[in-house]
């Protein structure tokens, strides 16, 4: 405790400069834990919303289907059904079909993707569905064979209207080009080009028929609890797929590739961010202990011409380091804990700085919140500390090369 008195008490020897390095230390703490708690709120909402309207946390394809998308890349549902049920771990199980087509109205014709769904399951998960989205008509009831789901740039192209009738065309199973009639029961705008431009959405169980096999799936995307597990619990998913099945299960990161490269790409930038701050403050901290040695360089003569030995003088410095990283990793913890808490209750509404609420081809709601990665948070704290302490090795080096004489003779 003697060391970190004098330590304390060495360091207000000049206030002002300390004070400066104390919120030099704390401000790029605080502001490197905010960013990387607003980073992760981010991250786990775009997985969130992605994997709602998108292939889930976890999903089961035809084994070559996420690399190739082809119609004729089906499963029977019911097998895949029978591997999950009764796992606690899956909350949601979303079957859908993905077959490309098109489009015709009396006026206009259009290129579409055409989205078997079941609209019961789907309507309080799916971001798509969701009643703000939804420009006019209502949302298909389940079982609702006759009624559609469309984005508003294809109504607008096909110049029709909620309530009016259009014909989809595609092939089916067998290569035989199919067509089945429907009637727009809702208009919905997500603010993604591709998805108003192109997407439909129709009874599963219909679009199926139409197919050629009413047992026929893409996609059964699985939304589960525990995100931290998804890895463990796909490896036991596949292990429960009979020896002979028609699927496989994928995680979200092979099924979005290009929304979990941009993570990476993001959290990589947002690490070399932190590493050139904490590369300032390590300067700033070199500058302001190696000023305060030389304004004492007579002093730390004196002390070892009195025989106080090398070893208790590079222990005050490193003291007097040790006080400044605490009180500065403290305070910098504080303040983004804070910053943390308002971004997590309130949020930031981004909406006025988007044209699109598109991220990697993925829905994104622009408010950003923050969560609290407790790990990151004490482990960015414990490295300002090991930094300031490294920081003031040179400058208590530079101290014991000191040589009595000539510093009571010089300074």
């Known amino acids: ?58 999903s089961i394809h035809h084994p070559e289907y996420v690399e190739e998308r082809l119609t004729e890349m089906y499963f029977s549902f ?11 771990a899956i909350v949601h199980a979303l079957p859908r079909l993905h077959i490309p087509g098109l489009a015709r109205s ?32 209502t949302l298909p009831a389940d079982n609702d064979h006759e009624r559609a789901y469309i984005g508003q740039k294809l109504a607008e192209r096909l110049q ?41 959405f129709v009874d599963r169980k219909s679009l199926a028929t139409g197919l050629g096999n009413p047992d026929a799936a893409h996609e059964l995307a699985l939304i589960i609890k525990n995100t931290d597990k998804i890895e463990a619990l796909r490896a036991e998913l596949q292990t429960a797929c009979p020896t002979n099945a028609r699927f496989k299960v994928f995680s979200w990161q092979q099924t979005s590739k290009q929304l979990a490269d941009t993570i990476k790409i993001d959290h990589a ?7 050139l701050l904490f590369v300032l403050v390590a300067t700033g901290t070199v500058n302001l202990l190696l000023m305060s040695i030389l304004e004492r360089t007579r002093e730390f003569g004196l002390l070892q011409a009195l025989g106080m030995e090398k ?42 700085m988007f044209d699109s609420q598109e991220v990697a081809g993925q829905l994104f709601e622009p408010i950003i919140t923050s969560t609290w990665c407790w790990g990151w948070m004490f482990g960015l704290s414990a490295i300002m500390v090991i930094l300031v302490l490294a920081a003031s090795i040179y400058p208590a080096a530079k101290a014991l090369r000191v040589n009595p004489a000539d510093a009571m003779r010089a300074f």
């Open 1 to 58: 405790m003697l060391w970190l008195k004098l330590g304390w008490r060495n360091l207000w020897r000049n206030p002002a400069r300390s004070i400066i390095q104390l919120l030099v230390i704390s401000g790029s703490l605080a502001f490197v834990i905010w960013m990387q708690n607003i980073a992760a709120g981010t991250y786990e909402k775009m997985i969130s919303e992605a994997v709602r309207s998108g292939s889930g946390h976890l």
């Open 78 to 88: 019911e097998p895949a059904l029978k591997v999950i049920e009764g796992n606690s």
């Open 106 to 137: 009396s006026h206009e014709n259009a290129a579409a993707m055409i989205m078997g769904i079941d609209f019961s399951v789907e309507a309080g998960i799916n971001p798509l569905l969701r009643a703000k989205h939804l420009v006019t008509g």
């Open 160 to 200: 029709i209207k909620a309530g009016k009738k259009f014909v989809v065309m595609f092939q089916d199973f067998s290569g035989e080009i199919s067509s089945k009639l429907y009637r727009i029961g809702g208009i919905f705008k997500s603010g993604i080009h591709q998805i108003d431009n192109t997407m439909i």
């Open 269 to 275: 930038q947002l690490k070399f961010m932190a590493f």
């Open 311 to 352: 070893g208790r003088i590079r222990r005050l410095i490193l003291a007097e380091a040790f006080v400044l990283s605490l009180i500065g990793s403290a305070g910098g913890f504080a303040a983004g804990s804070a910053a943390s808490f308002y971004t997590w209750y309130y949020g930031i509404d981004m909406s006025a």
